[in-house]
């Protein structure tokens, strides 16, 4: 018989608080036709971006992280001292070690909190919120922080037509806390590695230790290009449309509600035409609210969610206690959805 003492976690957990940070230059279309042969017409109806944030130097990813999360343990109504473990999900903080969690910590004032980086691409901050609501449960933190940040325009080749409109840069943190009732619902979560290839980064790190720089792309005036994100755009369409549905679904069985049941629909801001097909084929009914937060922030990945969580409750489009369908999808291929109460 084991001798160790069984956890004394909570009985659930629950979102208690949000916050979000977008870079203040806004970028319109305009500035991405420079480098590209497109119009603002073919972006719009492609993607439905109207425009995107950039950040600047000073606006990094433990910069934008701090200034979310600061608003997220404000609307929580806790102290950063309270926070047991700081989760940040990311693919463009370019530090392989340390984590950049453990700097985000530090600076927000906690009390030594675990702190530590995942990479699950845009369905990063369902991965993070799902490992917060176990360790509340487990009993090993008694507040989380979850956040998901990207400074995607670092990741960007501007001259490529097929994705250098998409992206854009944010934070979004939710502080994830216990609940005495059923708040954030099972994760339906997965990957498909063998579709891996659709979503990737242009050139692996080490092509630049090497030495050898012949066989790197190039950009137009001949100097090589910055490894980037490239996608085969109708692949991942396809993908997202037909196979996240049935995802998002499961994640509404697991939960034991239907989609009359639902206030909010928070999918990954990744393209309008996808997410107008996952309410189509998932049978939302019109009072559901559906985040479209995509048209004047882009493509954040991991940010998306929680970006467009925060602007729905900023503007009254959604209100505490709204029951919300939330499902990531992107590189990996991976996923995670859920249902929680929005706090």
């Known amino acids: 018989m084991s001798k160790i003492k069984p956890s004394k976690g909570a009985p659930y957990a629950r979102i208690l608080g949000v916050g979000g940070y977008r870079p203040t230059r806004v970028v319109p279309n305009e500035v991405i036709l420079e480098t590209i042969d497109s119009s603002d017409e073919w972006i719009r109806s492609r993607s439905g971006i109207e425009t995107r944030h950039w950040a600047s130097p000073e606006e990094t990813v433990a910069a934008m992280s701090v200034e979310a999360s600061g608003k997220a343990i404000a609307d929580a109504g806790i102290d950063a001292e309270q926070i047991g473990a700081v989760v940040v999900s990311t693919v463009s903080h370019f530090s392989q070690t340390p984590a950049v969690a453990t700097e985000i910590a530090d600076r927000l004032g906690t009390n030594k909190a675990a702190a530590f980086d995942i990479s699950a691409g845009c369905a990063g901050f369902g991965y993070g919120l799902t490992l917060a609501k176990g360790m509340i449960v487990e009993g090993s933190a008694e507040y989380v922080l979850v956040i998901g940040v990207e400074r995607l325009s670092d990741l960007t080749d501007l001259e490529d037509r097929a994705t250098a409109f998409l992206f854009g840069d944010g934070a979004g943190a939710v502080v994830v806390g216990p609940s005495q009732e059923p708040a954030i619902g099972p994760t339906v979560w997965g990957s498909e590695g063998d579709k891996a290839e659709t979503i990737k980064q242009t050139v692996p790190w080490d092509r630049f230790r090497i030495g050898d720089l012949s066989e ?55 393209n309008v035409r996808i997410i107008d097909s996952m309410v189509k084929t998932l049978k939302l009914p019109e009072h559901v609210t559906v985040a479209r937060d995509i048209r004047t922030t882009g493509n954040t990945s991991a940010a998306s969610i929680p970006l467009a969580m925060e602007r729905l409750l900023a503007t009254g489009e959604a209100k505490s206690g709204d029951t919300a369908l939330v499902i990531g999808f992107g590189a990996g291929l991976v996923y995670a959805a859920t249902v929680v109460t929005l706090p």
């Open 216 to 270: 790197l792309p190039l950009d137009s005036a001949g100097n090589v290009k910055f490894p980037a994100i490239t996608q085969e755009g109708q692949a991942v369409f396809r993908w997202a449309v037909f196979e996240m549905a049935k995802v998002a679904q499961q994640a509404l069985d697991a939960a034991g509600i239907s989609p009359d049941d639902l206030d909010v629909f928070i999918p990954h801001q990744a």
